[in-house]
Each structure stands twice: as C-alpha cells, then as structure tokens.
C-alpha cells in the first residue's frame, strides 16, 4: 500500500483547526441568508448592486462572497441592463454603490476565516480576469471595477494577504490554492508598474506546507507552483519540496492512488509548465511526470498535449521510455488523430517544442502542416513566428513558407515583437525562401526602423538570416552594429562568431567592430565551442583580418581537444587558416594527423578544399596527401570541373604526383572539357605537365576548349596554360595563334613571371606572333620596366626568347645590356627554381 506519511485523511486533530469556519449551508443570520438567496435571484447587475448596497450593514462574510461571486458570473454573460438608473447618472450611482461594497468588503476581511478569505479572492481575481479578458459586454462597469479592484484599491489584496497571514495554519490546502490562483490572477492582469508584493504570503504557504505535507495532492501542489511562477516568486525551496514529493509518490504510489492525488492530465501539464517556467529542470522529475503520464495519453486534450511537450522543450528535456521510444514519439501518436481540434497557438508550441529538442516527428509535422495553412489567419504574430520557425527546422512537404509570407505581406509587421520579428527572417533563411521580395523588404524596413530596440540576440539572428541570403542592408547593419557594441558583453560566444560571420558575408569591414567582436571572443574564448571557434576563423578569413591573439588562443585550444572536432569542423579550420594566410604548421599538422585518423569521413568536396589548404600554405605531408588521395579516387566523377583542377593543382604544388589520383582525374574530365572554365583548364594543364604525365587526350581536350574560351583568360591562367603546353610537348599552333591577342592585351597585368613563361612559351612552340611581339607591341618596353622583378629562372626563360628573335629577320630584340644580363644569368650553372616550380 502507499505510504501512510501522505495519503491517510487528515486526522480529527487537523479537522478541529477548521471548525470555526461556518459552511455555507449553516449560515447563522435568517437575514443574510435571505438576501444570499434574493443575490443568486438577480439576473442583471444593476439589480445585485442594488440588493448589494441596500443591505450593506446585514451583508455576512458568506453574503459578501456570494455577492462578489454572482457578479463574476454576470459580468461573462451578455448584457441585460435594467432601467433602474438613466443612461447619464447610470455611471455615477453604480461607482458610489460599488466603492461602498468593496469598503464593506476590505472591512469585514480583517476578521475573515479562510473559507470566506479564499471565496472572496477567488470571485474578486475572477472579475479582474473578466474585465481583462475577450469577452465583450458591460464595458463601463468593467472599467470601473477594475479601477476600483487594482488600480485604485491595492488595500483589498494587502488586506487579504495580511488576514491570510494571521490565519494561516487554519487554512484547508484547497482554501490556500484558491488565495494563491487569485494573486496569480491579479498579478497576470496588472501593468507590472503596479504590481503587489506577495512574497510573505508565499513565504508563509512554503511554511504551511513543510509542516503539512500529507494533506496536499499533487493537484494542490501543482496549482501552487503555477501561481508561485505567475507571480514571480523565486522560491526554490518550495520547489525542490514539490518536485521531491512528486517524485516520492510516484515511486510508491498504486494506480487507485493517482486519483486521491489527483493526477490527472491538466495536473501533470501544469506540473511540467509551471516547473519549467520557474526554471526548475530537474530530469528526475520530467521523468516523473512523463512515466505518470503515459498511462493517461489517451485523455489529454489538445491544450494539454501542447503544454506538455512545450514544458520539455524549456526543460530541455525529452523523457525515455523502455525500448527507444520517448514521450514525445507518444504525444505524436496520441496528438495526430486530434490535429483539426487543436488551436493555432498549441499547434505552435507543439512544433517549436519538437523542433527546439530536434526531435524528428514528420508525420506530425506534416499533419500540423496541413491544418495550420489553411488557419494562418488564426495564428497570433508570436504563433505565426513559432510555426514558421519550426518547420524552418523539420520541412515538411506540406510546409509552404509562400502562405505564410503572404500572411506576413497582408498583416504587417506591427504585430510582432522584436523577437518575433528576428524568429521569421531566421526561420525564412534557414529553410532558403527568398523569392518573395515582398516579405524581405517589410522585414528590411520594420528591423531598421526598430533597430535601436533589438537585443543581442535579436541583432545576432537578423544579421545571419541577411547573410544567410546574400542580401545587404547598409542602414540595417550600421543599426545592429550600433547596438552590437553596446551590448557585446551579453552576446554569447556563438552569437559572436555569427555575428561576425554575416558581417565578413557581406563585406562590412569595420574595424572597430571586428576589434570588439575579438576582443570579447578572447575574453570567452574557454567557453566557445569547436563551431563557434571554427565561424569565428571563418569570418575573419573573408575580411582577411588576422586578429594573431585571438587566433594563438584558438589554435592552442584546439589543439588539445582535437579529438572533439567534427569532420566538417576539421575541414572548415584548415581551409579558414589557409585563407587567414597565418603560418602554424604545428596546428596544421595537429589537424592533417587527425583527419588520417577518421577514414570515410569526408565528402570529396571536402577533401578538395583540405587539399588545397595545404597547398596554398605549402604544407607538404605525404601522409595526408596519399590518405585524400585514397579517399577520393573512387569519386573522382562526383567532383565539378572547378573542383576537379583544385586537387590536380593542390597536388602538383607540393610535387606529390599520385599516379592513380592523376589517372582518375583525368578520365573523370573526359568528354566534359568544355565544362571546365579558363583558370580550371589552365590549372589542369599545369598540374599535369608538372607532372610529366603523358596524356594526348587530355591536352586536346584542355586545348579545344581553351581556344573557345580565349577571351575569359587572365594574365596568370593564361601564362601557365601556355608555360604548360610548351613544357608538356603539345605544341598547337591554333592554341597559340588565338591566344596571342588576349595576352597582348593583358601585357600590362602580367607580373615578371607572367612574362618569362608567354615569351618562353611561344619560343618553344616556334609561333611568330607579331601582335605580342611585332614592333607595334609594348613587351619589350614592359619587360625593362620589370627587369628587375625577374628571378634567375625568368632571366634564362627571356635569354632564350631574345636568342629566338634574333634568328628572325623582323623579330624583337632586348636592349643590349638587358640581354647581357639574361645571357650571364642562363650560362650561370646555379640551380633555381621558379615559383611555378617550388
């Protein structure tokens, strides 16, 4: 049997502190009760204030709260207003006699017992409730009750916590819940520049019930907890008292005991909502929640479903169930059926619970889906933003973020909070809408104009949706970066890195922002995680800001919890160094012996950025090479043309000439030249002659298709292509007669290399190109004014070439001294290397 500390009734001794409190149907005064029955007789309530007022001096305490109760009830109903008062003095008359009322009933509560105090709050908070609620009717009297209730009476509520005090240790546990909802109540409805202190009635509740456990159901229990976090009361203790108890029963408790306990399913939401919104997460107890909910799926309602999943979520928390299902997978199951009875703001918070857990539930999505589009008129702003952000997360085929745009269109911005507005463009960037130009300009001016009101978190998910997007916004970003920097303090560290990331996106290099964006980073930077670090490297590669303090930190970090990395985390640090141009060639080598170590863990396309990574920063590491090489031969086929040149390029760079790899490249690119743009062609053909690898086919193919690409050529892809075709032995005429004119153009970009190699190159191929070097062209005027950029390798390359000229009867010809000079140099038997070469 359960345990008797807690489900034994009470004892005679506990029912004897309640024997003073006179119960309704034994009311004493023949008069009070007469007019108790002509109140519940009144069907308008001009005439209860009347009975009311005209017999004030007989009104008991039970009279009173019949009064305050009836007119609760009135108030709900349509009105029905009597002709005992003209339209003009109807105001004046019933405010007298209701200020008389109240005062009656703020007197007579000094000397209340708990039944009357607990009554007479829960009918006063109720009519609070009313005149604050959607319900229409009565509005002048609504008005005036309210002023009279909270904003120009805060004694009757100091009153009824002071009496409650005194009389605390008689109250029954219902009688306390029903004065702590009331509070509740009151406090959810006032302007929070009026809120009351109710923190000694809380106080003394935690006392009573320390003392009197055993008589409290777990429905007690919850309705507090509820009312303690309406109420802003941080009272932990009282809490972890609940949560222990909860626990406690549970464990010990037969299933005939739940209904004592009153568990029930709007008990366990509440339980889990309250808790949770308090900010007390205690696993064990969500736990304890859920396994006492399984059993009572079935007769959850819509609003409970919601608010059960909703309270994980803030939780944090998805509780298990034996096997590998969870409570969540149950709530779908049992929810699904149900789905068009739900109202818009559950069907909200059940999907933002499913999708801030990143609990995949698509049969759920997709009937949520199904059911909202059609409603989205329904839906609150805060709803709409929910919605669109969690099927942002989980798209569903049903998802149709076009509905939901145009709903934004049509009602406007107005609506929405800051954070609602920031929730919509993040929840639009993620799932990539961003074809109605509509929705993302009224999110441009609404953000800007209210830019001077967004919080940290608000400027950290607008800025990344912009980025995320491609769009800019000069106006917007100066605003966020305004606000940015006087809030950087509170913004996390990956609000940082995401921050600084869709700053480096779209090109807004401030300094002083990038200065205090690394300056915070480095005071947090123990806190970072792998991704945060690994987009703050990211970002400030884009700007080429290379920030040597923060990135010190960051790589010595990293270094000791490599292991922690992810794949993508690995690859996405190389490539960043790589592009920060910062030399750590221990960092490096920490990073290259740990992608070795996680085989089949990298896409191709990865493995060509980490490929080139290494080759930009000169990284030789065989090991590493011949591991991507591996990796990727059998994939070669899935790579882009563009990415296809990058690993032929990265591993010509550093002399690792991976026949296999070569091979397979090579056939992959067969058949799809003309797919390969100018700097891919030239990259491949370098690789390849660098190489010495004989390959007929592939040079035909680079060479058709450079020759119909001759005019997207730059100085340096056009020097290699041609540096590569002389060296490789494919001398075609065609190539070099249909280039001559695009590089005669681009004479003037080409550095010192650049102009060793073309001269060489046509020397070697014996092509007389008179546009590039006939008397009406300006080489040898550019070659003197570069002379002396040239390295020993280029002087030798131009020697031949002005040898070459000689030999022809019009051919161009260095000045005396210069060629002297290039002759001394090619005789020199010192071996160097070109660039090209190293």
């Not at 107005?414 to 463009?425: I, R």
């Amino acid at each position: 049997p359960p345990p008797p500390r807690w489900s034994k009734k009470p004892n005679s001794s506990n029912h004897s502190r309640y024997n003073d409190c006179a119960i309704y149907r034994h009311e004493e005064n023949p008069k009070a009760a007469n007019i108790i029955a002509e109140i519940k007789e009144c069907k308008t309530i001009d005439s209860i204030v009347q009975v009311a007022y005209d017999n004030l001096d007989q009104l008991s305490p039970h009279a009173t709260a019949s009064f305050w109760t009836k007119l609760s009830t009135l108030l709900s109903k349509p009105p029905n207003v009597s002709d005992a008062y003209t339209k003009g003095d109807y105001e004046k008359i019933i405010m007298h006699h209701l200020e008389a009322i109240l005062g009656h009933t703020i007197d007579g509560m000094k000397g209340y017992n708990p039944l009357h105090l607990s009554n007479v709050a829960q009918a006063t908070a109720s009519i609070v409730k009313t005149c604050k609620g959607r319900i229409r009717g009565h509005e002048q009297t609504k008005r005036m009750l309210y002023n009279l209730m909270v904003k120009n009476s805060p004694s009757l509520w100091e009153t009824l916590q002071n009496r409650s005090l005194v009389v605390m240790d008689s109250f029954r546990p219902k009688w306390l819940v029903s004065v702590a909802w009331a509070y509740a109540t009151v406090y959810h409805h006032v302007a929070s520049g009026g809120k009351m202190d109710v923190s000694p009635f809380f106080r003394a509740l935690h006392k009573t019930f320390s003392k009197r456990k055993n008589e409290f159901t777990s429905k007690h229990m919850g309705n507090i907890a509820w009312s303690c976090m309406t109420c802003g009361q941080n009272m932990p203790l009282l809490l972890n008292e609940f949560s222990d108890e909860f626990i406690y029963r549970r464990k010990k408790e037969l299933p005939r005991e739940r209904i004592k306990d009153g568990i029930d399913p709007m008990t366990l939401s509440q339980w889990s909502y309250s808790f949770s919104k308090a900010g007390h997460r205690d696993k064990e107890l969500f736990q304890s929640i859920s396994d006492a909910a399984i059993p009572l799926l079935s007769q959850f309602r819509t609003r409970e479903f919601a608010n059960l999943a909703y309270a994980c979520a803030l939780a944090e928390f998805v509780p298990k169930l034996d096997g590998r299902k969870s409570l969540f997978d149950e709530i779908a199951a049992e929810a699904i059926p149900s789905i068009s009875s739900f109202r818009s703001q559950e069907m909200a918070n059940i999907l933002w619970a499913y999708a801030k857990m990143e609990h995949a539930s698509p049969d759920l999505f997709h009937a949520v889906a199904n059911e909202a589009f059609p409603r989205l008129r329904e839906f609150s702003a805060q709803s709409l933003a929910n919605l669109a952000w969690a099927l942002s997360k989980f798209p569903s085929p049903s998802s149709n973020f076009d509905r939901i745009a145009e709903d934004v269109v049509a009602r406007g911005l107005d609506d929405f909070t800051s954070q609602g507005l920031a929730m919509l463009s993040h929840s639009f960037a993620t799932a990539g809408h961003v074809k109605n130009t509509e929705f993302w300009d009224i999110i441009d001016t609404t953000a800007t104009a209210r830019a001077t009101e967004l919080g940290p978190i608000e400027c950290v998910q607008i800025a990344w949706s912009f980025a995320k997007i491609e769009r800019s916004s000069d106006k917007l970003f100066r605003g966020i970066e305004k606000m940015s920097m006087k809030n950087i303090d509170h913004i996390t560290p990956q609000g940082l890195s995401n921050l600084a990331w869709a700053f480096a996106m779209l090109g807004y290099d401030s300094p002083h922002f990038f200065n205090a964006v690394t300056q915070q980073s480095m005071k947090k930077i123990n806190i970072f995680t792998m991704q945060d670090k690994v987009m703050l490297i990211l970002a400030l590669s884009r700007i080429s800001r290379p920030s040597p303090g923060l990135l010190e930190m960051i790589t010595s970090t990293s270094l000791k919890n490599m292991r922690t990395h992810t794949a993508l985390d690995l690859f996405n640090m190389a490539v960043s160094y790589a592009k920060l141009r910062r030399h750590s060639r221990d960092f490096m080598e920490g990073i290259a012996k740990e992608m070795v170590r996680r085989q089949s863990q990298f896409s191709p396309q990865m493995i060509v950025g980490i490929a080139w990574a290494y080759a930009s920063k000169g990284y030789r590491i065989p090991e590493l090479f011949n591991f991507l090489a591996a990796e990727c031969i059998a994939h070669c086929a899935e790579l882009e043309p563009k990415e296809v040149a990058s690993l032929a390029w990265s591993f010509a760079t550093l002399d690792i000439f991976h026949r296999s790899l070569l091979k397979a490249l090579a056939d992959s690119s067969h058949g799809r030249w003309q797919d390969f743009d100018a700097k891919s062609l030239a990259n491949m053909a370098w690789a390849y002659a660098k190489a010495q690898e004989d390959q007929p086919c592939l040079f035909e193919g680079i060479i058709d298709a450079a020759i119909d690409r001759k005019s997207e050529f730059t100085a340096q892809s056009i020097s290699m292509l041609l540096w590569a075709c002389s060296s490789g032995g494919f001398l075609d005429q065609r190539l070099f007669h249909s280039l001559a004119p695009k590089a005669t153009a681009l004479l003037q970009e080409c550095d010192s290399q650049s102009l060793a190699n073309i001269a060489w190159a046509y020397t070697v191929a014996n092509v007389d190109a008179q546009s590039l070097f006939g008397s009406q062209s300006p080489f040898v005027e550019i070659l003197a004014e570069k002379f002396r950029d040239f390295d020993h390798q280029g002087l030798g390359q131009l020697h031949q070439w002005n040898t070459w000229q000689k030999r022809k009867e019009n051919g161009a010809a260095l000045p005396p001294l210069l060629a002297k000079h290039c002759f001394d140099e090619f005789t020199n038997k010192r071996l160097h290397l070109s660039n090209l070469q190293k």
